[in-house]
């Protein structure tokens, strides 16, 4: 069976998750598991939106199910900017509803999901 996934180095924001500052345990960036294109496209388009102009978050109409979420995060742009994780990672662990098993997909782009 055809993978659908590439290491994190092969998705170029492996430093992203090994930034000293912010490091991802090595016991969890193992859960991380970067998206081929293909399959990347296809989870965009059932899960954020079939309209091939928005192809990034940014680019995503009001109407959508999660610009509110984007907005909010972008609204703390600011705190990521200046290194204060911590502001940033609250925010995060209020908007985002999950158990500890469930499969997370973080959505960047139509082309790169996480």
């Known amino acids: ?32 598991k970067p998206l081929k294109e293909d399959y990347s496209i296809k989870l965009w388009t059932k899960y954020i939106s079939n309209n091939k102009k928005e192809r990034h978050l940014m680019l995503l109409n009001n109407e959508n199910w999660c610009t509110k979420h984007i907005k909010l995060l972008y609204s703390r742009n600011d705190d990521w900017n200046r290194k204060f994780y911590k502001n940033f990672s609250k925010i995060l662990i209020n908007e985002i509803n999950y158990n500890n098993n469930d499969n997370i997909f973080l959505f960047w782009m139509v082309n790169h999901i996480d």
């Open 1 to 32: 069976m055809k993978t659908k996934y590439i290491t994190l180095k092969e998705s170029g924001f492996d430093w992203y998750f090994t930034n000293p500052e912010i490091k991802v345990l090595d016991e969890d960036i193992i859960f991380i």
